[in-house]
């Protein structure tokens, strides 16, 4: 009875959240988990650095005293925006700047990232020790590399003050937040903290590495990929310190956003279709080949993808996989953006074979839902995959998702098999290992399941009766915080 519960307080420390700030899949979680935590009886507050598109969201803000940090002075503006609760951090020598949170306008990371995001776990550390009036969240959650020193400062901070319990969030272990260890005494690193994050082939320090070492609870994105970074091929250098932590690891799938990733109700669509009329999704197949210039066949399996174009994403393994797809009758509809090998590949694929392969180079958020309605399956052939949401929004778009077998794509995607396809479970084609030829072989076979229509719209309907909103996941994460903050 999630009403009677004592309200638990989450700060939740992130770079980036959606829709003040994106540029991945972190913004959609930090954006979307605080409204689907409060029917469980959690408060998230979250902090995040005042960036100029910050700023000007942020509405009858109150501000705490300044302090200095790091070069210059700070402070804490608490308010609202967009449906979050906000304390953002102003400090204008750290983050009045426009444009990519990361990046400068020559497309490179900041010069000054480590103080910038120290910078942000500090603070956090702070407002958990109660720098605000006494206030004291419960539990401070940091998100990736970017928010990871806050329970390294909230840890090696002086006094013996009641402490929040911390977590850290991993969305992608890629990214670890190495810098010079000269940058130590800049940012203020105690000693104990600095040893902690050194090491490694980087001869630097990593802000994750740091993290990952001192935060009560570590969680990654799917439970699959919370064992895959405990192993040395997948774990990217920091695989022993997350071994020696895994008694603390565990993994919560993501959701995705269920109003917005409606079919029943998408207005970028051209025709409207639920569970019960999985048939309608032919207008939507015949508006895409003709928005592609494909052939305007409705027997032809139409494969889609929304992706990056990289080698994370296995794009190079979908270039190679091609005569298969052609050789199956297949069509391929691909938006896409990335490295330039990739994309010229895309295109040249495109010259080649006009009418059946097509890709249009970009990012553009209508033209993915049109995919996912109207594609008759996605494919997401990645290396490694933390979580994944495009094969999340398949499976409701009744897109039916062709994966590789590897973190969440693993959880989320139940594979054709004769048994499941006969229990009415299975929801899409998954392969392994990720190779070209494995991948040729799932197109071979999603091709001939489509051919089968009973097979096809049995799997269709499994994956649209699927539950991939943020219900579950939310009270997963609560479950996790009422564990960490005793009870
Ligand atoms: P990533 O590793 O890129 O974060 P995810 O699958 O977790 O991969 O999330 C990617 C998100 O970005 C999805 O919501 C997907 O629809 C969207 N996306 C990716 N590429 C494009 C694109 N070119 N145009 C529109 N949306 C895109």
Not at 3 to 25: F, H, N, Q
Not at 287 to 311: H, I, K, M, S
Not at 332 to 350: D, F, M, N, T, Y
Request: charged share 20%.
């Amino acid at each position: 009875m999630p009403l009677l519960m004592r309200p638990l307080w989450v700060l939740s420390v992130v770079s980036e959240a959606y829709p003040l700030v994106k540029t991945g899949g972190l913004a959609d979680v930090a954006g979307a988990l605080p409204a689907a935590l409060a029917p469980e009886g959690v408060k998230v507050v979250t902090l995040m650095p005042g960036y100029p598109a910050v700023m000007a969201a942020l509405g009858n803000a109150v501000a705490h005293p300044p302090e200095p940090l790091f070069g210059g002075e700070a402070r804490i503006l608490a308010g609202s925006a967009r449906g979050l609760d906000l304390l953002v951090l102003d400090a204008p020598h750290l983050f009045a700047r426009a444009g990519n949170p990361y990046l400068g306008p020559d497309r490179r990371d900041w010069p000054d990232n480590a103080r910038r995001f120290a910078g942000l776990a500090l603070a956090a550390a702070r407002i958990g020790l109660g720098a605000l009036g006494g206030w004291r969240p419960h539990v401070v959650h940091a998100h990736d590399w970017q928010a990871a020193l806050a329970p390294s400062y909230l840890r090696h901070a002086a006094g013996s003050g009641a402490r929040p319990a911390s977590v850290v969030t991993v969305h992608n272990l890629a990214f670890q937040g190495w810098f010079p260890a000269s940058v130590a005494a800049e940012i203020g690193l105690p000693p104990e903290a600095l040893e902690e994050a050194e090491g490694g082939h980087h001869g630097g320090l990593s802000f994750l590495k740091a993290g990952l070492q001192v935060a009560d609870r570590i969680t990654t994105v799917s439970p699959t990929y919370a064992r895959e970074i405990t192993t040395e091929a997948d774990g990217m250098g920091l695989d022993p310190v997350l071994r020696a932590r895994a008694g603390v690891l565990s993994g919560i799938v993501n959701g995705i956003d269920t109003r917005e990733w409606d079919p029943a109700r998408d207005g970028r669509i051209a025709v409207r279709y639920g569970p019960e009329s999985i048939a309608a999704r032919g207008g939507n197949k015949a508006a895409l080949q003709a928005r592609f210039g494909l052939e305007a066949d409705p027997r032809a399996p139409l494969f889609g993808a929304v992706t990056r174009l990289t080698g994370q994403k296995g794009s190079d393994l979908m270039l190679e996989a091609l005569p298969s797809l052609l050789e199956a009758g297949g069509q391929l509809a691909v938006l896409g953006s990335g490295e330039a090998a990739l994309e010229a590949g895309l295109r040249a694929a495109q010259a080649a074979h006009p009418g059946r392969i097509a890709c249009t180079i970009g990012y553009d958020e209508t033209l993915a839902h049109q995919i996912q309605a109207g594609a008759d399956m996605l494919l997401v052939p990645s290396r490694f995959e933390p979580c994944g949401l495009t094969q999340l929004c398949a499976l409701r778009y009744g897109a039916v998702p062709l994966v590789a077998r590897v973190g969440g794509l693993a959880d989320t995607v139940t594979d054709a098999t004769p048994e499941a396809i006969a229990a009415g479970r299975a929801t899409g084609v998954v392969f392994a290992p990720v190779t070209a030829a494995a991948l040729a072989e799932a197109i071979r076979r999603a091709a001939g399941l489509y051919r089968d229509p009973g097979v096809w719209a049995g799997i269709q309907a499994a994956g649209m009766r699927a539950d991939v909103s943020w219900r579950e996941p939310a009270r997963a994460y609560a479950r996790l915080y009422r564990a960490m903050a005793g009870g």
